[in-house]
Nanobody, 128 residues
Framework: QVQLVESGGGLVQAGGSLRLSCAAS????????LAWFRQAPGKDHEFVAA????????YYVDSVKGRFTISRDNAKNTVFLQMNSLKTEDTAVYYC?????????????????????WGQGTQVTVSS
């Protein structure tokens, strides 16, 4: 069983930065993946970024490449999402999720239904 708690959301102007954190409780194995998804009003969940817990390999959706960075602190069981050069279209509720399936390829990692555990979400609002 894994529990995830996000923090760090808020209101920021376009061009600004925010850093989200996701604290995980329970055992996180090296072949797990921790990811960030987001959901804007009236839209489905969208994959943002993922990191493989042991190796630190990462995936990003194209729209955030070069602006967002996912990282983890294994000792603290925490995953981060550093978001720079924020745009109004980044406004959404951001969710942390844990994938325990072991596979590591993009088509699988970006699937909402592949994830077994989810946090409650944290709101990110980017104003123009």
């Amino acid at each position: 069983q894994v529990q995830l708690v996000e923090s760090g959301g808020g209101l920021v102007q376009a061009g600004g930065s925010l850093r989200l954190s996701c604290a995980a409780s329970g055992r996180i194995f090296s072949n797990y993946a921790l990811a960030w998804f987001r959901q804007a009003p009236g839209k489905d969940h969208e994959f943002v970024a993922a990191i493989r817990w042991g190796a630190g390999s990462t995936y990003y959706v194209d729209s955030v490449k070069g602006r967002f960075t996912i990282s983890r602190d294994n000792a603290k069981n925490t995953v981060f999402l550093q978001m720079n050069s924020l745009k109004t279209e980044d406004t959404a509720v951001y969710y942390c999720a844990a994938y325990t399936g072991g596979s590591w390829y993009y088509a699988q990692i970006q699937r909402v239904r592949a994830y077994d555990y989810w946090g409650q979400g944290t709101q990110v609002t980017v104003s123009s």
